[in-house]
């Protein structure tokens, strides 16, 4: 069946669209989670997006599926790894990605799946660094559109990386093409700057879904601020972390910190450092906390590190801001204030200005490391700005993650009124005594919060069907928007549970 497709696409597209080749599939296969690898028969690599519709067309008139990805760099999230095996891998970055435009005077960029963090930032710089991007702390070469339509985020007031796209270019199911927004009118003006145009908004189902393949969109800049001044504080309790919730609430609500701030785990630092340390605990895991405790102080993370970043003219003009965060801070008696300066000279506290400063930073993807192996899978609820809220959540994953032999590693990335709970689980996949309590941990995690009331979001491949199976409504309702747009079962099927 594949067999006859690949051929169809080697003719109509030239032998560059295909890879069937045992090295190139196998180079596909792999990821970073518990479930395993995931075999495919093959890659197709569109050049554009007429490409991209002959290919799914040819995909349906030979009964096969799709599984369209951008970079495959979505480390801990299942990389090229379809959620169901036997799918064919569309990669499209590798052909397309291109930066169609920029526009300088609105403030945008156009741009193609392949294009990544590190080369829109390398272009901003091309163009005189008169706006940024907002960065990631993941690789710096994954995919702008790949990343935005997982729902992925950044730093920076443009962290929604899905809210910062406009005019997205989507090739259905049925290989017609669909431009969102006022892109629905061919010749519109306003394609690329305005989203609430008319009918329903429809970006967002092409989000954490399988209903289309978007193949181009444009993605808004921020301009750069002359100074960009960072600041942070360490605190040393475990138990502090509810204090400190209450202490970000309000200079996030009342718009006094323009970015995200950061409330990070001494593990989720000092992991990007340094290695489990097996010969001090003679193999046993999880972290013993004095052990914890020792690292935390090696490295200057505290139990908890605070951090954000303040926008302005000048440091003089920030400086009045900064005093006022500190004052609100060192009030607790608890937070050590650690300056612009040292974040500069401190590799972990110099990721937070990496990513507050929309610069692309490989060095927080060093926690992979933390143990031997490469297994990594993430755990993203997000969590409301109440102290007691985090609290719990704090008390309920460490104690889990404790209880399967697990170090309890987050940051609370917070907004206004939730932050996203970035939990990074660092296992053996080498070892299937550590996989199996990989998988029982985060079994453990999702029916816990299930329980508390704070269900996960965005969701590795591994556990996607089982997660919307939770979600009895939402399973139907999606169920029956892919019926309506892929009958065949062309695009992804499986993906976030929809199928
Ligand atoms: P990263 O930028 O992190 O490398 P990926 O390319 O791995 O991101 O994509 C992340 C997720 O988004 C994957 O599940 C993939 O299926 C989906 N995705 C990526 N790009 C597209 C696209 N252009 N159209 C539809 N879905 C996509």
């Given at each position: 069946m594949s067999e006859k497709f690949f051929e169809a696409v080697s003719q109509v597209l030239g032998p560059e669209a295909v890879d069937v080749s045992d090295a190139g599939r196998a180079s596909y296969s792999s990821n970073r989670l518990p479930g395993g690898d995931r075999q495919t028969d093959g890659i197709v690599f569109p050049s554009s997006t007429a490409d991209v519709s002959t290919i799914v067309r040819l995909a349906a008139e030979h009964g096969v599926s799709l599984w369209p990805t951008s970079t495959g760099h979505n480390w801990g999230m299942g990389e090229f790894s379809p959620v169901r095996g036997g799918q064919v891998i569309m990669h499209l970055g590798k052909r397309m990605n291109r930066i169609l435009e920029v526009d300088e005077?609105?403030?945008?960029?156009?741009?193609?799946?392949?294009?990544?963090?590190?080369?829109?930032?390398?272009?901003?710089?091309?163009?005189?660094?008169?706006?940024?991007?907002?960065?990631?702390?993941?690789?710096?070469?994954?995919?702008?559109?790949?990343?935005?339509?997982?729902?992925?985020?950044?730093?920076?007031?443009?962290?929604?990386?899905?809210?910062?796209?406009?005019?997205?270019?989507?090739?259905?199911?049925?290989?017609?093409?669909?431009?969102?927004?006022?892109?629905?009118?061919?010749?519109?003006?306003?394609?690329?700057?305005?989203?609430?145009?008319?009918?329903?908004?429809?970006?967002?189902?092409?989000?954490?879904?399988?209903?289309?393949?978007?193949?181009?969109?444009?993605?808004?800049?921020?301009?750069?601020?002359?100074?960009?001044?960072?600041?942070?504080?360490?605190?040393?309790?475990?138990?502090?972390?509810?204090?400190?919730?209450?202490?970000?609430?309000?200079?996030?609500?009342?718009?006094?910190?323009?970015?995200?701030?950061?409330?990070?785990?001494?593990?989720?630092?000092?992991?990007?450092?340094?290695?489990?340390?097996?010969?001090?605990?003679?193999?046993?895991?999880?972290?013993?906390?004095?052990?914890?405790?020792?690292?935390?102080?090696?490295?200057?993370?505290?139990?908890?590190?605070v951090s954000g970043a303040l926008y302005?003219?000048?440091?003089?003009?920030?400086?009045?801001?900064?005093?006022?965060?500190?004052?609100?801070?060192?009030?607790?008696?608890?937070?050590?204030?650690?300056?612009?300066?040292?974040?500069?000279?401190?590799?972990?506290?110099?990721?937070?200005?990496?990513?507050?400063?929309?610069?692309?930073?490989?060095?927080?993807?060093?926690?992979?490391?933390?143990r031997p192996g490469g297994g990594a899978t993430w755990f993203l609820p997000a969590t409301p700005m109440?102290?007691?809220?985090?609290?719990?959540?704090?008390?309920?994953?460490?104690?889990?993650?404790?209880?399967h032999g697990f170090e309890y590693f987050v940051e609370f990335v917070c907004s206004t009124r939730a932050a996203r709970g970035l939990h990074l689980i660092i296992f053996n996949r080498q070892d299937p005594d550590e996989v199996a309590r990989m998988n029982s941990a985060y079994a453990a995690l999702v029916e816990a919060y299930d329980q508390i009331g704070y269900p996960i979001g965005r969701t590795p491949t591994d556990w996607q069907e089982r997660a919307m199976s939770r979600l009895p409504v939402l399973q139907q309702v999606t169920h029956q928007i892919k019926a309506a747009l892929d009958p065949m079962g062309t695009i992804a099927p499986g993906k976030y549970g929809i199928s």
């Open positions: 005077r609105l403030g945008y960029a156009v741009i193609e799946p392949g294009v990544t963090f590190r080369q829109l930032r390398a272009k901003m710089a091309e163009l005189g660094d008169k706006f940024m991007i907002s960065g990631t702390s993941g690789p710096p070469d994954g995919s702008i559109i790949g990343n935005a339509v997982d729902r992925g985020a950044g730093y920076t007031p443009h962290f929604d990386h899905f809210g910062t796209l406009c005019g997205m270019e989507i090739v259905l199911p049925n290989g017609e093409i669909f431009n969102t927004g006022d892109g629905a009118l061919p010749n519109a003006n306003t394609r690329f700057t305005n989203k609430s145009g008319f009918g329903p908004l429809l970006d967002g189902i092409f989000t954490q879904s399988n209903f289309g393949i978007v193949t181009q969109t444009a993605v808004w800049l921020m301009p750069r601020p002359a100074t960009i001044l960072g600041f942070a504080f360490s605190f040393a309790g475990d138990e502090d972390l509810s204090e400190i919730f209450e202490l970000v609430r309000p200079l996030k609500l009342n718009s006094v910190v323009p970015t995200l701030i950061k409330v990070t785990s001494g593990g989720y630092g000092f992991a990007t450092e340094d290695t489990y340390p097996y010969d001090r605990t003679n193999g046993q895991v999880p972290l013993p906390d004095d052990i914890r405790r020792e690292l935390q102080e090696k490295h200057g993370t505290g139990a908890w590190l302005g003219p000048s440091v003089g003009a920030l400086q009045p801001t900064l005093d006022k965060i500190r004052a609100v801070f060192e009030a607790s008696g608890k937070a050590t204030y650690i300056s612009h300066k040292e974040m500069l000279d401190n590799p972990i506290y110099k990721i937070h200005l990496d990513t507050y400063s929309g610069e692309p930073t490989a060095s927080e993807v060093d926690m992979l490391n933390w109440i102290g007691e809220a985090a609290e719990l959540q704090h008390q309920t994953s460490r104690r889990i993650l404790a209880e």
